[in-house]
């Protein structure tokens, strides 16, 4: 909590601070706000491996190339897909739900270290 100092409140000698600074500079000083205010990092979900991997060169030429929006939506209908050839499979063997969530997590895992997603 900050607390106002009137310079009426300073008598004779107290008027001015040890640094023969003057009350109301120093009321000055402490209204006026830091220059440098602080900046929040926003969190980044980021690959480990980002730039690592057989396939990171492609992957990065390919973004350059086709854009990173255009390149974002191309690798969300992929990984869909993907995610989709797994669900299949499941179904195919007879695996639960929880065996497919766990290799669609692999896929993920793998497409990161190959660098597919970096």
């Not at 900046?39 to 980021?46: E, H």
């Not at 897909?81 to 989709?84: A, E, F, R």
């Given at each position: 909590?900050?607390?106002?100092?009137?310079?009426?409140?300073?008598?004779g000698s107290w008027g001015t601070s040890i640094a023969g600074e003057d009350c109301?500079?120093?009321?000055?000083?402490?209204?006026?706000p830091p220059n440098a205010r602080a900046?929040?990092?926003?969190?980044?979900?980021?690959n480990v491996?980002?730039?690592k991997g057989i396939f990171a060169p492609a992957v990065v030429v390919t973004r350059n190339i086709?854009?990173?929006?255009?390149?974002?939506?191309?690798?969300g209908k992929a990984i869909a897909?993907?995610?989709?050839v797994i669900t299949e499979?499941?179904?195919?063997?007879?695996?639960?739900?929880?065996q497919r969530q766990g290799l669609i997590r692999l896929a993920k895992k793998n497409g990161e270290k190959?660098?597919?997603l970096a």
């Open positions: 909590m900050a607390t106002s100092i009137s310079a009426s409140a300073f008598l109301t500079v120093l009321q000055a000083k402490a209204a006026a900046v929040r990092c926003q969190p980044m979900m980021k491996n980002e730039g086709v854009g990173k929006k255009r390149f974002n939506q191309l690798r897909l993907h995610s989709q499979f499941c179904k195919s063997i007879g695996a639960d739900s929880k190959l660098g597919f």
